[in-house]
């Protein structure tokens, strides 16, 4: 089993959900976040005063699945998320030692 952790744009998450739905995949959990790499953040003006905006809003979205579904996973979050333009996100990919259904008691793949 695998794990995809996924920081992209807010308004990509649509896009994503639907591109995942299209390949098969069920059950994704998203979470609100907030961050900054090479775009270092912006400059922004607020009644007259300008200010920093350290970390930008973003989204993260966590799936784990079966090793035979991650390229088609990846693939299809990459395009979906695709700007073309800087702070477009990341995708990580990571090994998933046990997952457990705490309802059933179901363990790995079963419980995914």
Do not use: C, N, W
Request: hydrophobic share 40%; aromatic share 6%; proline share 2%.
């Amino acid at each position: 089993m695998k794990k995809i952790e996924a920081v992209i744009k807010p308004f990509k998450l649509d896009e994503v959900k639907d591109a995942l739905h299209e390949i098969g995949l069920q059950g994704i959990t998203v979470t609100e976040a907030k961050g900054f790499g090479r775009q270092k953040g912006h400059t922004e003006l607020y009644r007259g005063a300008e200010y920093v905006v350290d970390f930008l809003p973003k989204v993260k979205i966590e799936i784990v699945l079966d090793d035979d579904m991650i390229e088609r996973a990846v693939e299809a979050i990459r395009q979906a998320a695709h700007t073309g333009r800087i702070g477009d996100g990341k995708i990580f990919v990571s090994s998933v030692e046990e997952a457990i259904r705490i309802r059933t008691g179901e363990t790995g793949t079963a419980a995914i």
